[in-house]
């Protein structure tokens, strides 16, 4: 009978050996009976160095919620600034700026169907799901900077937008969500 230390390594075992370590609980492979050792303890370089890893961990990770946090901030801001609840439609609904025949036109922003003035909004590029094209559309500032947002934050994986850090330490939802009623 050949055991495991003198058969070619490659070599599958047979069934009475599986059905052997399986009550010896040494797993599978003839490398796993050296995890049930007993380990040297981690020296104190390797715990220190470990340590020092996960520290920068932590602060990659603190710059990263810090630059969403901007991020969501400058958000709010601009919809702060915004002229709200405006339902004229000769007034541009973010700065308030009446809308002229020749001088000044309305555009309707293309995500929230607001008419805004051509100062307060943009062009933007879009690609079309599904196909290779690219249509220019135009934003309200508010809906490019969710766009910017959604994109920067990495929401779009999330599938939801991110907190600011105030948010995330009163609420206490996983970071990256956001409460959703």
């Avoid at 599958?12 to 052997?20: F, I, K, S, T």
């Amino acid at each position: 009978m050949n055991t495991w230390k003198t058969r070619v390594t490659w070599a599958c075992p047979d069934d009475r050996e599986l059905a052997l370590r399986a009550k010896l609980r040494s797993g599978w492979s003839a490398k796993s009976d050296r995890v049930f050792q007993k380990q040297e303890p981690l020296s104190t370089q390797e715990v220190s160095t470990i340590v020092e890893v996960v520290k920068k961990a932590d602060r990659v990770e603190q710059m990263e919620r810090d630059r969403v946090s901007r991020l969501v901030k400058q958000l709010d801001k601009l919809r702060n600034r915004c002229v709200q609840g405006q339902k004229s439609k000769r007034t541009c609904n973010m700065c308030g700026v009446g809308f002229r025949l020749l001088i000044s036109s309305a555009q309707k922003c293309r995500i929230c169907e607001k008419d805004v003035c051509a100062k307060c909004g943009l062009n933007a590029v879009v690609l079309q799901s599904g196909l290779n094209q690219r249509d220019a559309v135009w934003l309200c500032k508010i809906c490019h900077e969710i766009r910017e947002v959604w994109k920067k934050s990495g929401a779009w994986f999330y599938k939801g937008m991110p907190l600011h850090n105030e948010e995330r330490k009163v609420g206490g939802d996983a970071p990256g969500e956001q409460k959703t009623d």
